[in-house]
């Protein structure tokens, strides 16, 4: 039974793209009809493989960004210029194409308030902190739906670095739970925070150590590396917090 389960998961499914569409200047939506989807849960990621004409391969991860309940996986692919894959996603890909795709994968960064309700009273109440830079956001966007959908009690909060206001992802799911802070320029009516997530931030809109809350980091590299090396400073166990990276050091947002 477990061996047909990852035997299943391991496999290229073929995916036809249903729409992609610019969410914002440098983040583009997928929507993927994908037959044979297992199911997954938020925070899992999928493998989308590219095959050239020549029989070159590229292949890259992308973060599910909707719901187990929502029948068609979104994706959200920011654009990396001179990037070998993302800028194909991004601009070439068209309704109807085919992808090959395999997951869900990964176990480990994954939450759902229906894990929570059948895994424990102890680790249902305890609160859970997710901290988002730039398109890092997508695994959080896929969790935050389907708490809301699930009508979930845990208390979530989800700190959220973005660019300018106009690089702000999913605004519809993000509610209110979420902060943002805006790191580039704000518009002269932005009520949010502005400036990168430190540690003075870090301590004001996040759950207290105290609480014991689960945190979920996730963005660029260098991000999820200062990120989590701060808030282990400000006392949360290391054990506590677990990081997604998306790769590259360059600047988050
Ligand atoms: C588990 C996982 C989940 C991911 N989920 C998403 C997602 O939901 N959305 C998404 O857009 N990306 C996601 N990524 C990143 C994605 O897999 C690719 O790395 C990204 O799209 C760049 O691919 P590329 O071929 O365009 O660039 P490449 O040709 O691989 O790299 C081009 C240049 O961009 C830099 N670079 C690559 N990625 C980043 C980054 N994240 N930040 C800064 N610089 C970078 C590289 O260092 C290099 O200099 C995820 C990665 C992992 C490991």
Same mark, same amino acid.
């Given at each position: 039974?477990?061996?047909?389960?990852?035997?299943?998961?391991?496999?290229?499914?073929?995916?036809?793209?249903?729409?992609?569409?610019?969410?914002?200047?440098?983040?583009?939506?997928?929507?993927?009809?994908?037959?044979?989807?297992?199911?997954?849960? $938020?925070?899992?990621?999928?493998?989308?493989?590219?095959?050239?004409?020549?029989?070159?391969?590229?292949?890259?991860?992308?973060?599910?960004?909707?719901?187990?309940?929502?029948?068609?996986?979104?994706?959200?692919?920011?654009?990396?210029?001179?990037?070998?894959?993302? $800028?194909?996603?991004?601009?070439?890909?068209?309704?109807?194409?085919?992808?090959?795709?395999?997951?869900?994968?990964?176990?480990?960064?994954?939450?759902?308030?229906?894990?929570?309700?059948?895994?424990?009273?102890?680790? *249902?109440?305890?609160?859970?902190?997710?901290?988002?830079?730039?398109?890092?956001?997508?695994?959080?966007?896929?969790?935050?739906?389907?708490?809301?959908?699930? *009508?979930?009690?845990?208390?979530?909060?989800?700190?959220?670095?973005?660019?300018?206001?106009?690089?702000?992802?999913?605004?519809?799911?993000?509610?209110?739970?979420?902060?943002?802070?805006?790191?580039?320029?704000?518009?002269?009516?932005?009520?949010?925070?502005?400036?990168?997530?430190?540690?003075?931030?870090?301590?004001?809109?996040?759950?207290?150590?105290?609480?014991?809350?689960?945190?979920?980091?996730? *963005? $660029?590299?260098?991000?999820?590396?200062?990120?989590?090396?701060?808030?282990?400073?400000?006392?949360?166990?290391?054990?506590?917090?677990?990081?997604?990276?998306?790769?590259?050091?360059?600047?988050?947002?």
């Amino acid at each position: 039974m477990a061996r047909a389960a990852v035997q299943r998961r391991l496999n290229w499914l073929r995916a036809t793209v249903l729409e992609n569409r610019p969410e914002t200047a440098r983040v583009h939506r997928l929507l993927l009809d994908v037959p044979g989807w297992p199911g997954h849960l $938020p925070g899992q990621h999928v493998d989308l493989r590219l095959t050239a004409e020549d029989g070159y391969t590229a292949q890259r991860s992308y973060s599910v960004a909707s719901a187990p309940e929502d029948p068609r996986l979104h994706l959200l692919v920011e654009r990396f210029e001179g990037g070998e894959v993302s $800028p194909y996603l991004t601009d070439e890909l068209r309704s109807g194409d085919l992808l090959e795709l395999r997951g869900p994968i990964g176990g480990y960064f994954v939450w759902s308030s229906a894990v929570d309700r059948d895994g424990g009273r102890a680790e *249902g109440r305890r609160p859970v902190q997710l901290v988002a830079g730039g398109a890092g956001v997508a695994p959080f966007l896929a969790m935050l739906d389907h708490h809301r959908r699930t *009508g979930g009690s845990t208390p979530v909060r989800l700190l959220y670095s973005a660019r300018t206001a106009d690089d702000v992802l999913a605004p519809d799911v993000l509610g209110p739970q979420t902060t943002i802070t805006l790191t580039r320029e704000a518009p002269s009516d932005w009520r949010g925070l502005t400036g990168r997530i430190d540690r003075r931030m870090l301590e004001a809109q996040t759950f207290a150590p105290t609480t014991r809350p689960r945190v979920f980091v996730c *963005g $660029p590299t260098s991000f999820v590396e200062s990120t989590a090396t701060t808030l282990v400073d400000l006392g949360h166990d290391p054990s506590w917090i677990r990081l997604e990276r998306f790769g590259g050091s360059g600047d988050p947002s």
